[in-house]
């Protein structure tokens, strides 16, 4: 579906993307037409929580939808994007989908990679699973607990190498920021020296920034608190933010809650090295190892 002419040189958006887009056009006609929530949810016959979480990105039945355009008075233009809007989220991912080989918590991650227009990733223990060396991958996995196959390491690196296609598509613009703490945590020095390599050779691609905290920083906002936000521009732009735990992950769409991630990012945009001084720190940690 072509939402705006910008996003048509990504995949199609996930449904959940559609189901915020959805949402929020649905809070825009209900606003224009001066109707409260409570008013939408008598027009339902349902809750006032039920429309709220309707335009938070819920998702709405067609029969439903018309009759909020109905009420909303909305024109034609409208009723027709909106409808589209709700065929798409309903769309389901096939099974043979590529983000069919991760687990069910990472789908979504793993189709936002590819569809999104901008990519913002701050990491501070590890670096970012997108621009690893597979020899890095590999020495992360053999750390984990119970120890895995060497089949099942072998299946981890391909499938995360596989990711990194995304970044060819200059169309989208992936920015990453990283603690230099994550450099600085080595195992025989080639590998982290190889993987430092890589980072070097990517600052110059002309989709992708990355930027170093350096430690003479200090402390700084939102240290050691990793996250991605996936942004999409859209009509209106969603953003949506992933936090990976140590068992799962978590997802946050709310817009609130989003803006603060948003405000967060900035922050440490400022406490980050520019691209110059990153490239210099970054080859001077290369020849100490």
């Not at 200090?218 to 953003?239: C, I, K, R």
Request: aromatic share 8%.
């Amino acid at each position: 579906m072509e939402v705006k002419d910008s996003v048509t040189q990504h995949l199609p958006l996930p449904p959940t993307v559609m189901k915020i887009v959805l949402g929020n056009q649905l809070a825009r006609l209900r606003e224009v037409a001066d109707v409260t929530q409570d008013d939408a949810a008598t027009v339902l016959g349902c809750s006032q929580q039920k429309i709220a979480h309707i335009e938070n990105g819920s998702g709405i039945k067609l029969i439903e939808l018309n009759a909020l355009l109905d009420r909303y008075g909305a024109i034609e233009s409208d009723r027709a994007y909106t409808r589209d809007l709700q065929a798409e989220s309903a769309r389901r991912t096939k099974r043979s989908a590529f983000s069919t080989r991760f687990r069910q918590y990472l789908r979504l991650l793993i189709d936002m990679e590819p569809s999104c227009t901008r990519y913002s990733s701050y990491q501070a223990l590890v670096v970012p699973g997108l621009l690893q060396t597979e020899e890095y991958m590999r020495t992360n996995a053999r750390a984990w607990r119970p120890s895995l196959t060497s089949d099942e390491i072998d299946s981890y690196a391909a499938n995360r190498l596989a990711r990194q296609d995304v970044l060819d598509n200059t169309n989208q613009h992936f920015w990453f920021i990283v603690d230099e703490a994550a450099l600085r945590r080595t195992e025989g020095g080639a590998v982290m020296k190889a993987q430092i390599n890589k980072l070097i050779e990517v600052i110059d691609r002309p989709n992708i920034e990355v930027q170093i905290v350096p430690f003479d920083a200090g402390y700084y906002m939102g240290q050691g608190h990793d996250y991605t936000v996936f942004g999409y521009d859209t009509t209106p732009p969603v953003d949506i933010i992933y936090l990976e735990h140590h068992d799962g992950g978590e997802y946050i769409e709310n817009s609130k809650r989003t803006a603060q991630y948003l405000k967060l990012w900035d922050y440490q945009k400022a406490a980050a090295s520019g691209p110059e001084q990153t490239r210099r720190t970054l080859l001077d940690l290369a020849s100490s190892l």
